[in-house]
């Protein structure tokens, strides 16, 4: 291997036995990378893009680069809870082209299920045909064969942290409280950073959580890029900061998730086992708890809270704008490039807008 100064740029010229019609190939300094510039495949640390990967990824290569969907490829996500927001962002990464997919769901399929579930054949019996998981992982695969996509049974509190190790990405869809707080501590017990997303979808409107830890990524501004650095609270660190240290224009909807979230964990139910004849116990909790954390009242109106209690199905066009989304924020994790999300995403279908939160220790 010879080096050649092409137009002061660090190209190498590669030695027959090495190449054969791939001329020139390219060392980056800045993170040790080997560049093979005619066939745009890159080797990594001993890895590199198939010709398979890079034909059938080549728009995707085109729009966020090689490397990021090199990346993409060697990257293990798992997400538990299938419901018809995590099925979209299931659909989203496996198109996109991530390593592998591990589900997590041994519910059956019912008339709720098969109303937000589009993986679920339309011939499946409802409670005979095999779990949730099951029947989306059967699905899956057929949108993009070079993806493994994989089931994992038992319950996700089962789980130990150990198993979470040898996963980049965990996803929890419409878990109790006491789940994200758990899942999201294992993430971080972790030697290894591992990124932790929680979202749940109710009637309208929905909220997405992102824990990435310590972050580095880089950021592209003007003709440069700039090294930039993110510290994220864990969900547990982030619900606990006192609601009078809010912004005072905080999203309503964070606080009525925060109610909801409250009276399922008292009442001990399960996200969606809820209905109108809970309504004068949730609101008297919200009263309760915006007395203790110096809040008014109409800051969690009593419509919203009505919504997110009575119609507890996915809406499912809000399922498509939050699967879209997390979709988006976690090829932003796995790639290392543009400015991730932190930390509370919510998006109301009433008035149309999604609102990013930074609720950290760091708030004003």
């Known amino acids: 291997m010879e080096r050649d100064g092409i137009g002061g740029s660090n190209f190498f010229h590669l030695d027959a036995d090495i190449a054969s019609e791939t001329e020139y190939i390219k060392w980056d300094d800045c993170s040790g990378s080997l ?9 990594m640390n001993g890895e590199e893009l198939t010709e398979q990967e890079t034909a059938l990824y080549d728009r995707q290569i085109r729009v966020w680069g090689v490397d990021a969907q090199r990346r993409l490829s060697k990257s293990h996500i798992f997400v538990s809870g299938l419901k018809g927001t995590a099925v979209e962002f299931c659909k989203n990464i496996v198109l996109a082209g991530v390593g592998s997919l591990t589900l997590n769901d041994d519910n059956p399929v019912t008339a709720e299920a098969l109303a937000a579930n589009f993986l679920i054949p339309f011939d499946e019996n409802m409670g005979g045909g095999g779990s949730l998981a099951e ?4 699905s899956l695969k057929d949108f993009n064969p ?8 038992g319950d996700l509190s089962s789980f130990g942290v150990d198993f979470f190790e040898k996963f980049d990405v965990v996803v929890i869809n419409c878990c109790l409280l006491a789940a994200k ?6 993430c971080r017990k972790l030697s290894k950073r591992v990124a932790f997303y929680s979202v749940d979808c109710r009637d309208s409107c929905g909220e997405i959580f992102v824990d990435l830890q310590k972050y580095c990524y880089a950021k592209k501004k003007i003709d440069e890029t700039i090294e930039c650095q993110l510290q994220y609270p864990s969900f547990e660190e982030a619900i606990a900061i006192p609601w009078r ?9 964070y606080f009525a998730m925060r109610v909801v979230e409250r009276f399922e964990e008292v009442e001990k139910r399960k996200p969606g086992e809820t209905s109108i004849a809970d309504m004068a116990n949730v609101l008297k909790l919200r009263n309760e708890l915006c007395l203790a954390h110096s809040l008014n009242e109409s800051q969690i109106p009593d419509t919203l809270l009505e919504r997110l209690v009575v119609s507890t199905k996915e809406f499912p066009p809000v399922s498509a704008v939050l699967g879209g989304i997390l979709g988006q924020e976690v090829i932003k994790a796995i790639s290392g490039k543009g400015d991730p999300l932190k930390n509370f995403f919510f998006f109301d279908a009433v008035d149309g807008k999604g609102v990013i939160e930074d609720i950290s220790t760091s708030t004003p």
């Open 135 to 138: 029947l989306c992982c059967d």
């Open 146 to 153: 070079m993806v493994h996509v994989s089931v994992e049974k």
């Open 245 to 253: 240290s809010l912004p005072k224009r905080m999203s309503k909807l």
């Open 181 to 186: 707080k758990s899942v999201n501590e294992k």
């Open 35 to 43: 560049w093979i510039v005619e066939n745009r495949i890159s080797v």
